[in-house]
Every structure is written in C-alpha cells, then in structure tokens.
C-alpha cells in the first residue's frame, strides 16, 4: 500500500508540473480558426460575437461534438429532486431541524444535488445580478479583454470555452470568474455590478456556510467541524458567470461537457432558461428553472472529506436554438492551504480500520489543477483516489 501511495504522490506531482506550465495560456487564445469568418476585421474571442454572426447558420468544426457525447436524458418525476427548506435548517423547531438535517445528509447521499429554497435572498437581488452579469457579457470584446487574466488564481478572468490551450473541441460557452473571498475582487465594469456582485457573494456565503454546518452534522460530525477543519473562514469564493447563447446546432455543441466540481459545494442560479443536466444512477436529469431557488451540488473535495460516503455529482450544460442562458455559479471551497484529506472520524468503522480512499492533497494544487486542464468527468478526482491493490 505505501509503494502504491507513493506512485500516486509522484503521479500527482508530475502532473502538477506539466498541467501548471500551460496554465499560462490557458483561456487567452481565441478558438477559432483566423480564416472562419475573413470579412469579419477583428478576431473573434467569445462566443457571443460568434452566435450573432450575420447569417449563422451552422457551428465551426472546432466546436463540434459527437452526438453520442450528448447521451441518452431521462426525465423523473415532479418533486423528486431533494428540496431543502432553509428557513427550517436555521430557524426551525428542533423536530423540523433535525428533519432537515437527515434529508440533507440523504440528498448528499444519493444524488449529490438539491433545491435549496426559502433561503432569505431577495427575488431582487437575484434578478439585479444576473441583470449585471448580462451587462459584463454585453460590453466591446475589447473592454472584456482588459479582464481576460493569464492564469488559473488570477482574481478576474474572463474568457471563452474551458481551456483553449488543451481542448480539442471547444464549448458553447463565454465566462466571468471572479474571487470573491477572502478578498473581494470585481470587474469595474458594468456599472453597479460590484456592488451588486459584493452583496450577492456575501449572502450566498452565509447560505453556504449554513448548509455546511447541517452537512456536518448529518455526517454525525460537529456542525463546525467542516468549517473549523477546512478554515473556510478564508475559504475560497469563486463567482463564476456563464454565457450559453442561442446556437444554430445545439445537437452537436456542449455548454459545459460532464464534469464534476473542486470544492465543497456549488450554488447556481438561472435566467429562466433551461440547459442544467445532472447524473442520477447512471442516467441524465433535466433540471428545470425555478425562481427564487438555488440549485446545489456537492463538490469533490466533500466527498474526499467523507472518504467517499458523500458523491460529488457529474453534469453538464447542454445549449439550445431558443434563447440565450445566463447562469450564476458560487463554488465554496477551503482556504487555499487547506490539505483536504478523509476526515479521521471516518476511517474508523465497527469492522476495524477503514482505509482511506483519498491522499490528501492542499487545495490550491488542486484547484491549479483542474483549471488547468480540460473537463474530463471525475478525471481530477482520480489522481487522488487510492485503488485498491
């Protein structure tokens, strides 16, 4: 076993130094071939000057997928995706708490995702952001350059697709990512969105850490235990804005291909357009829009936390011919020099020892890595599962 850990560790490093150097490069070329549209005098950098392209008809082949990557979606029944009511989670009767507790710990469980709803956040707020992030994706391609960033834990960053520098078929999609905390940052344009933006991140963080707290708990843990643990006092807030615009062929493009997210847990809004797929046994969900609700999946590095008793959760964004989705992601996640590593309260069980699934790795080599190279599934994830030998 510790020969095996140790071909993990240097596996991890090797990666780390390879992935690391083409993080530089990473999200700053433009994906698209000079030659694609020649009448066109500036060189196109977002999708969005690509999808209002006169005359668009058909997508580049760069930006092509194989149809069987877009799989087979199943559809579940109306109100069978966990829904949490977060009123009853802070301020409920102990009964109601406890309640909201088992069911978080059981969405956890067996979906990895759920509806948050009740959370306090004025239907204004929600609005006014997604509002300005539309604002942000609307500016000239050449004031979206002044934030397009070089690398992975630049604060601002702005581009197209994932990671232009590894991918081989490029997505339907333009991005705004933004840390958020420990330290604040924002684009200075639009107009207002920082401080609708400061606003926002600030109440989904307490959601977040809320909803963290019951997590803990239904692992049969302190409820600050994560927090405590994982210091999310300085955990990392990313603010990430998604642009899915209409696309002539969306039976072969991909929003976001299947992928899972670094962090603990990922709170998302929409604009009233639907394009979010989750795996649920092995199956694709639909999840519609709902108003006034946040849309929650678990992160990797929870399941690393629980030695594999909670699932970070596999989706994707899918893309359409109707209308153009705008979607807001807040990944939470640890202070950057966290190691993340399976709690030791789990690697006990009634049948002795449990061994641990996971070599703990600091969160910012993880992050570095995953941004680093193109979505994959669960592929990052892997580099630091323990198989067993």
Same mark, same amino acid.
């Given at each position: 076993?510790?020969?095996?850990?140790?071909?993990?560790?240097?596996?991890?490093?090797?990666?780390?130094?390879?992935?690391?150097?083409?993080?530089?490069?990473?999200?700053? /070329?433009?994906?698209?071939?000079?030659?694609?549209?020649?009448?066109?005098?500036?060189?196109?950098?977002?999708?969005?000057?690509?999808?209002?392209?006169?005359?668009?008809?058909?997508?580049? /082949?760069?930006?092509?997928?194989?149809?069987?990557?877009?799989?087979?979606?199943?559809?579940?029944?109306?109100?069978?995706?966990?829904?949490?009511?977060?009123?009853?989670?802070?301020?409920?009767?102990?009964?109601?708490?406890?309640?909201?507790?088992?069911?978080?710990?059981?969405?956890?469980?067996?979906?990895?995702?759920?509806?948050?709803?009740?959370?306090?956040?004025?239907?204004?707020?929600?609005?006014?952001?997604?509002?300005?992030?539309?604002?942000?994706?609307?500016?000239?391609?050449?004031?979206?350059?002044?934030?397009?960033?070089?690398?992975?834990?630049?604060?601002?960053?702005?581009?197209?697709?994932?990671?232009?520098?590894?991918?081989? /078929?490029?997505?339907?999609?333009?991005?705004?990512?933004?840390?958020?905390?420990?330290?604040?940052?924002?684009?200075?344009?639009?107009?207002?969105?920082?401080?609708?933006?400061?606003?926002?991140?600030?109440?989904?963080?307490?959601?977040?850490?809320?909803?963290?707290?019951?997590?803990?708990?239904?692992?049969?843990?302190?409820?600050?235990?994560?927090?405590?643990?994982?210091?999310?006092?300085?955990?990392?807030?990313?603010?990430? /804005?998604?642009?899915?615009?209409?696309?002539?062929?969306?039976?072969?493009?991909?929003?976001?291909?299947?992928?899972?997210?670094?962090?603990?847990?990922?709170?998302?809004?929409?604009?009233?357009?639907?394009?979010?797929?989750?795996?649920?046994?092995?199956?694709?969900?639909?999840?519609?829009?709902?108003?006034?609700?946040?849309?929650?999946?678990?992160?990797?590095?929870?399941?690393?936390?629980?030695?594999? !008793?909670?699932?970070?959760?596999?989706? !994707?964004?899918?893309?359409?011919?109707?209308?153009?989705?705008?979607?807001?992601?807040?990944?939470?996640?640890?202070?950057?020099?966290?190691?993340?590593?399976?709690?030791?309260?789990?690697?006990?069980?009634?049948?002795?020892?449990?061994?641990?699934?996971?070599?703990?790795?600091?969160?910012?080599?993880?992050?570095?890595?995953?941004?680093?190279?193109?979505?994959?599934?669960?592929?990052?994830?892997?580099?630091?599962?323990?198989?067993?030998?």
């Amino acid at each position: 076993m510790c020969e095996h850990i140790y071909i993990h560790i240097q596996i991890i490093q090797l990666s780390l130094s390879i992935s690391l150097s083409l993080s530089m490069a990473a999200e700053t /070329a433009s994906p698209l071939p000079s030659n694609t549209f020649p009448s066109q005098p500036t060189k196109i950098t977002s999708i969005k000057t690509l999808a209002e392209s006169p005359g668009l008809t058909s997508i580049p /082949a760069t930006y092509t997928f194989t149809p069987d990557l877009h799989g087979q979606v199943t559809s579940v029944p109306e109100g069978s995706i966990p829904v949490i009511d977060y009123s009853l989670l802070i301020s409920g009767t102990p009964g109601q708490r406890s309640e909201i507790v088992h069911e978080l710990g059981r969405a956890c469980q067996d979906w990895g995702f759920f509806m948050v709803i009740n959370h306090g956040v004025p239907q204004k707020l929600l609005s006014s952001i997604l509002d300005g992030c539309k604002g942000f994706f609307d500016l000239a391609e050449e004031e979206k350059q002044e934030f397009k960033g070089n690398n992975v834990l630049d604060p601002i960053r702005s581009g197209t697709s994932f990671n232009v520098s590894v991918e081989k /078929a490029f997505y339907w999609r333009d991005f705004l990512k933004v840390f958020v905390h420990p330290v604040f940052y924002s684009p200075t344009k639009p107009a207002g969105l920082s401080e609708i933006s400061l606003e926002y991140s600030q109440r989904v963080r307490e959601i977040a850490r809320g909803l963290l707290t019951g997590i803990s708990e239904s692992l049969g843990l302190e409820g600050s235990y994560i927090d405590k643990a994982l210091n999310l006092e300085r955990g990392k807030q990313i603010f990430i /804005a998604n642009l899915y615009p209409t696309c002539p062929q969306p039976e072969l493009a991909m929003g976001m291909p299947p992928h899972s997210d670094h962090g603990l847990l990922t709170l998302l809004i929409q604009n009233g357009i639907g394009g979010l797929q989750i795996q649920h046994k092995g199956k694709w969900v639909n999840v519609g829009t709902h108003s006034n609700s946040f849309l929650v999946n678990t992160g990797d590095h929870l399941e690393i936390l629980s030695n594999g !008793r909670y699932k970070s959760v596999l989706h !994707r964004a899918m893309v359409n011919n109707k209308g153009t989705r705008i979607s807001i992601a807040m990944a939470h996640g640890p202070s950057l020099d966290s190691v993340v590593s399976p709690a030791p309260e789990f690697l006990v069980s009634s049948k002795g020892d449990e061994p641990a699934a996971y070599i703990g790795m600091k969160y910012k080599d993880y992050l570095e890595l995953q941004q680093s190279n193109k979505l994959d599934g669960k592929s990052c994830l892997d580099r630091v599962r323990i198989s067993a030998v």
